[in-house]
């Protein structure tokens, strides 16, 4: 599979997060195997020696999800600000039930 770009992963998420929405055994295989979701929807993943955690949200259950600090801390906070903004970071964002 070729690297998607930023964008066209997004989307692949989107739509994975849509098809978990709507599909009873998709979800039940990101529960169980979420590598092979992702692998099933094209959505890029780190290393093969990476642990995955796939949480629900709900309504009255949110899950925040702080990303790995970059590699350079030395970047002043103005820096470091935009980066965690960008989401750029995050292979798999959470989406918040509302």
């Not at 020696?49 to 949200?57: G, P």
């Amino acid at each position: 599979m070729t690297n998607p770009t930023i964008d066209e992963a997004k989307l692949r998420m989107a739509k994975l997060i849509v098809r978990t929405w709507r599909d009873e055994k998709f979800r039940e295989l990101l529960e169980t195997d979420p590598k092979a979701a992702f692998d099933e929807m094209g959505v890029p993943t780190p290393a093969d020696n990476v642990t995955f955690n796939v949480h629900f949200a709900s309504a009255d259950n949110y899950h925040l999800v702080i990303p790995a600090a970059p590699k350079v801390l030395t970047l002043d906070d103005a820096d470091l600000i935009a980066i965690a903004r960008s989401g750029e970071q995050l292979v798999f964002p959470s989406v918040l039930a509302c």
